[in-house]
């Protein structure tokens, strides 16, 4: 029987927003091996916070530091942050009482916020927080060994410098709390869209892409290193795109060529389809995930490259926010309901057992309730298989804070999410119940957190499978399951050989 490793938490397999994760001490794989100075770092937010934490672990590494997974015992505490809604920032406020507590009796203790609302807020954090040591935004960790260094001389130290070309590609990440089989690779940084309710275009820059290279080596060492499974993260990851430098690289006459220019030379260029395509091909083994696409860019290329390679999941995380084409427009997401309707027909068309899930804002400035009915006729018709629910929460500085007022009362916000979260649990279950009596491939991800006599793992649609544990298998290992049961979110069986 396999037995529960040590030090690895619970979650497994974080999803894209993992409640469970917010705030947990991230914490290196092998952390015997070093011994320095102590990092404690947590993040809050989603996948790409979590991801740049493990670059930021990296940089801190190669400065001495160990991780511990306790803050008052921390040289430099760490706080990664997310700015999307006013709860998020909330939450940071009050981790950041709990840490100034620790720093008034450790009075040598550095604390440092990252990320997001450090962006927003740049130096006015030291002004509203006068035990915070150093902010840095998500372009600038580079940067974090001369701001550790200010603050060891005593300094407060602020760079929240953004750039268009930072993507880190050659900062290999140290991976945090992982269960060495699932990981995230970050494909590209920042956002072009100006989506009116959204602070991220604020907070993390312009679009890049990283180079294409650099992100199959990235996935092949973890294959290499046990690793089973790689999301590939960007905001909108269907405009990835990466034109080799200077042109030295390209194609003439139907042939690669590198260096040389003449009238039919064109110049490579790599597109979402097409990096997909080679991450897939690192090796049949290796399942790979993607997220988010833009419903307004999402391509038919991508749903054929999908189609043709058994290791990518089928599953897509196509956040609809609205079911209606007004409050889309408002929201400026440059789709409609009829756009929306008829990718997600195409996507069932190419791939007809093909998971969707979507993100959704509820009361939206204006929103009526007959277009609040648009989403929820939406959901009946997509039958997401499962949906993350926020209601609306104005942002400073964003075009819907500036153009439109917060209209919607906080009751009937309230109402209409618990509406939005009562049709999702009502489709997600009969989503579920289709799966009984099928057999998936599930790549076990560990112990089941109620049992350890059972597997918990995934399907390639991103649902959790349950099953008994059997003596000849172990984390990391793809077994066929028997779907017999289902709970409201989770499909139960049993491994069958064959
Ligand atoms: N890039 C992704 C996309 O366009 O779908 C989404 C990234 S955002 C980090 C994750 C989700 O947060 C969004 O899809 C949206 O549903 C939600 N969100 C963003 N701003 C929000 C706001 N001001 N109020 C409520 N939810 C918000
Ligand atoms: Fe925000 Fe829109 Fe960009 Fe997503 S696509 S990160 S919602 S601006």
Redesign the pocket.
């Given at each position: 029987m396999f037995d529960r490793p040590a030090d690895v938490p619970d979650t497994l397999k974080p999803p894209l927003?993992d409640e469970t994760r917010q705030g947990e001490p991230l914490m290196i794989e092998h952390r015997a091996k070093y011994k320095g100075r102590k990092l404690y770092i947590e993040s809050y937010?989603?996948a790409m916070n979590f991801a740049d934490s493990e670059i930021v672990a990296s940089i801190m590494l190669d400065l001495g530091f160990e991780t511990t997974s306790q803050y008052k015992e921390a040289d430099v505490i760490f706080i990664n942050t997310c700015s999307?809604?006013d709860n998020a920032e909330q939450r940071v406020r009050n981790r950041l009482r709990e840490f100034s507590a620790a720093k008034r009796k450790s009075p040598g203790m550095t604390i440092g916020v990252l990320g997001c609302m450090a962006e927003r807020l740049k130096s006015k954090f030291l002004e509203e927080e006068k035990l915070v040591d150093i902010v840095i935004g998500p372009d600038s960790y580079r940067d974090l060994p001369n701001l550790i260094n200010q603050a060891d001389q005593g300094s407060r130290a602020v760079n929240v410098l953004l750039s268009r070309e930072e993507t880190y590609a050659d900062i290999s990440p140290v991976r945090l709390n992982s269960n060495g089989i699932s990981a995230f690779v970050s494909i590209m940084r920042g956002?072009d869209?100006m989506?009116s309710?959204?602070?991220?275009p604020f907070t993390r820059g312009r679009e890049r892409s990283r180079d294409p290279y650099s992100i199959v080596e990235e996935a092949r060492e973890l294959f290499n290193n046990g690793y089973k499974e790689v999301t590939l993260l960007g905001?909108?990851v269907d405009s990835y795109k990466w034109n080799q430098g200077n042109g030295e690289h390209g194609i003439e006459n139907g042939t690669e060529v590198v260096g040389q220019r003449t009238a039919n030379y064109q110049q490579l260029t790599t597109n979402f389809a097409q990096l997909l395509e080679m991450v897939a091909k690192i090796n049949p083994d290796l399942r790979v995930r993607f997220s988010?696409s833009?419903p307004k860019d999402i391509t038919d290329e991508v749903l054929h490259t999908m189609i043709k390679y058994d290791n990518i999941c089928n599953h897509i995380h196509l956040?609809v926010?609205s079911g209606n084409s007004r409050v889309l427009d408002l929201m400026n997401r440059t789709y409609s309901r009829e756009w929306y309707l008829e990718r997600v027909d195409t996507i069932k068309k190419i791939i007809p057992d093909c998971a969707i899930s979507t993100?959704?804002?509820i009361g939206f400035c204006t929103e009526t309730e007959e277009e609040h009915r648009d989403t929820l006729s939406m959901m009946d018709y997509v039958k997401y298989d499962f949906a993350?629910m926020?209601?609306?929460?104005?942002?400073p500085g964003?075009l819907a804070a500036k153009k439109f007022k917060d209209d919607i009362p906080q009751d009937v916000k309230t109402r209409r999410f618990n509406e939005i979260l009562s049709k999702q649990q009502e489709v997600s279950h009969k989503r579920l119940l289709n799966h009984i009596g099928q057999t998936y491939r599930v790549l076990i991800d560990g112990l089941s957190k109620k049992s350890d006599q059972d597997f918990s793992g995934k399907t390639e649609y991103n649902i959790t499978a349950i099953f008994p544990a059997t003596g000849e298998h172990k984390p990391g290992d793809y077994v066929n399951v028997l779907i017999e049961r289902c709970t409201p979110a989770t499909l139960l069986g049993k491994i069958i050989t064959n």
């Amino acid at each position: 029987m396999f037995d529960r490793p040590a030090d690895v938490p619970d979650t497994l397999k974080p999803p894209l927003h993992d409640e469970t994760r917010q705030g947990e001490p991230l914490m290196i794989e092998h952390r015997a091996k070093y011994k320095g100075r102590k990092l404690y770092i947590e993040s809050y937010g989603c996948a790409m916070n979590f991801a740049d934490s493990e670059i930021v672990a990296s940089i801190m590494l190669d400065l001495g530091f160990e991780t511990t997974s306790q803050y008052k015992e921390a040289d430099v505490i760490f706080i990664n942050t997310c700015s999307i809604r006013d709860n998020a920032e909330q939450r940071v406020r009050n981790r950041l009482r709990e840490f100034s507590a620790a720093k008034r009796k450790s009075p040598g203790m550095t604390i440092g916020v990252l990320g997001c609302m450090a962006e927003r807020l740049k130096s006015k954090f030291l002004e509203e927080e006068k035990l915070v040591d150093i902010v840095i935004g998500p372009d600038s960790y580079r940067d974090l060994p001369n701001l550790i260094n200010q603050a060891d001389q005593g300094s407060r130290a602020v760079n929240v410098l953004l750039s268009r070309e930072e993507t880190y590609a050659d900062i290999s990440p140290v991976r945090l709390n992982s269960n060495g089989i699932s990981a995230f690779v970050s494909i590209m940084r920042g956002c072009d869209n100006m989506c009116s309710f959204c602070v991220v275009p604020f907070t993390r820059g312009r679009e890049r892409s990283r180079d294409p290279y650099s992100i199959v080596e990235e996935a092949r060492e973890l294959f290499n290193n046990g690793y089973k499974e790689v999301t590939l993260l960007g905001q909108n990851v269907d405009s990835y795109k990466w034109n080799q430098g200077n042109g030295e690289h390209g194609i003439e006459n139907g042939t690669e060529v590198v260096g040389q220019r003449t009238a039919n030379y064109q110049q490579l260029t790599t597109n979402f389809a097409q990096l997909l395509e080679m991450v897939a091909k690192i090796n049949p083994d290796l399942r790979v995930r993607f997220s988010t696409s833009h419903p307004k860019d999402i391509t038919d290329e991508v749903l054929h490259t999908m189609i043709k390679y058994d290791n990518i999941c089928n599953h897509i995380h196509l956040p609809v926010q609205s079911g209606n084409s007004r409050v889309l427009d408002l929201m400026n997401r440059t789709y409609s309901r009829e756009w929306y309707l008829e990718r997600v027909d195409t996507i069932k068309k190419i791939i007809p057992d093909c998971a969707i899930s979507t993100d959704v804002i509820i009361g939206f400035c204006t929103e009526t309730e007959e277009e609040h009915r648009d989403t929820l006729s939406m959901m009946d018709y997509v039958k997401y298989d499962f949906a993350y629910m926020y209601t609306y929460s104005e942002r400073p500085g964003t075009l819907a804070a500036k153009k439109f007022k917060d209209d919607i009362p906080q009751d009937v916000k309230t109402r209409r999410f618990n509406e939005i979260l009562s049709k999702q649990q009502e489709v997600s279950h009969k989503r579920l119940l289709n799966h009984i009596g099928q057999t998936y491939r599930v790549l076990i991800d560990g112990l089941s957190k109620k049992s350890d006599q059972d597997f918990s793992g995934k399907t390639e649609y991103n649902i959790t499978a349950i099953f008994p544990a059997t003596g000849e298998h172990k984390p990391g290992d793809y077994v066929n399951v028997l779907i017999e049961r289902c709970t409201p979110a989770t499909l139960l069986g049993k491994i069958i050989t064959n």
